[in-house]
């Protein structure tokens, strides 16, 4: 009996010290997940301060100031109706940015960064864009919006500068697929000639709009396809991507095939993801402190039940 009355004691100490442990835990990754967060919304902040002006669209924007700060610039992507407006970057591999910011310091919310297998000056065909997926409109989350037809509809229109020119984009469809569809995640699929692409998107897409595909399918070596991508909202392995189509003065260069990327591979590929890392949900830890507190309140209701039987006996 005495042994048993020392196990209960030893259990329900060793309980209370884990879940006292799993409240710090969990206290300490919800202060961290808010750091992120708001770490990224300054740096949009700041960023916006420093996006060119335009004044004329034939004119080249200047992007004197960001690549000052950062040479590995190429670019500054807008999407009309959300707060995707952000400068674009290209890092030595398709890892680099993922966890960097614009300023080279280590951060969870990423960059919006090219595919390293895309030319930088997005003579290509067909570029990829990659962003963290993020609430509060942050990064590449408000992708999420395009899935509602009603906005969809309603918003279709976005703007690419580059050291060379104004790009004026025209959204085209929303696709919601896996992290492994060739068709999307390998630039080099389609080559000069977008046909197969648009018969890709009339399959696939979740809403396209109509008057943009035609055009795709009427000239698809006079215009150029822009993809921005990121992890949709609890699929771990599905990606959002939204597609934007800008109309080109010169066919779609014929550079040569290169054959089939290897997918995935350690620095050519897409990155393995482009999202909230799992630990880095709230909901996980509103869950995990939820656990806790409620293990602690049983603990401390049984110690008290056993206190007073202890007393009357």
Request: proline share 4%; with cysteine.
């Amino acid at each position: 009996m005495r042994f048993l009355k020392a196990s209960h004691y030893v259990l329900t100490r060793v309980i209370a010290l884990v879940m006292i442990l799993l409240l710090l835990l969990s206290g300490y990754f919800l202060w961290s997940n808010q750091r992120v967060y708001l770490d990224a919304e300054d740096v949009y902040n700041e960023l916006l301060k420093l996006k060119p002006e335009i004044t004329d669209n034939n004119a080249k924007p200047d992007l004197k100031a960001l690549k000052n700060i950062n040479p590995d610039v190429i670019g500054w992507i807008t999407v009309d109706g959300t707060k995707i407006d952000y400068p674009v970057v290209q890092g030595k591999d398709n890892l680099y940015y993922m966890n960097r910011d614009f300023y080279g310091k280590s951060s969870l919310a990423g960059s919006i960064f090219l595919d390293t297998r895309n030319s930088k000056d997005f003579s290509d065909a067909y570029s990829l864009l990659y962003g963290h997926h993020m609430d509060n409109h942050l990064m590449f989350g408000d992708l999420d919006l395009f899935k509602k037809e009603t906005f969809f509809r309603d918003n279709s229109t976005g703007q690419l500068l580059t050291e060379e020119k104004v790009m004026a984009l025209d959204v085209l469809a929303i696709l919601e697929i896996p992290d492994s569809t060739k068709e999307i995640f390998n630039p080099t699929t389609w080559g000069s000639d977008l046909s197969d692409l648009a018969s890709f998107v009339g399959e696939h897409a979740l809403f396209v709009r109509e008057e943009a595909l035609k055009n795709l399918k009427a000239a698809p070596k006079m215009i150029q396809v822009i993809s921005l991508v990121t992890c949709a909202s609890g699929h771990t392995g599905m990606r959002t991507v939204l597609l934007l189509t800008a109309e080109r003065d010169t066919p779609n260069p014929d550079k040569p095939y290169e054959g089939d990327v290897p997918f995935p591979t350690e620095e050519t590929s897409s990155p393995a993801q482009t999202g909230d890392i799992l630990f880095n949900s709230p909901w996980i830890w509103f869950g995990l402190l939820f656990i806790g507190l409620s293990a602690m309140t049983v603990i401390l209701i049984l110690e008290r039940r056993d206190k007073k039987k202890k007393d009357k006996s």
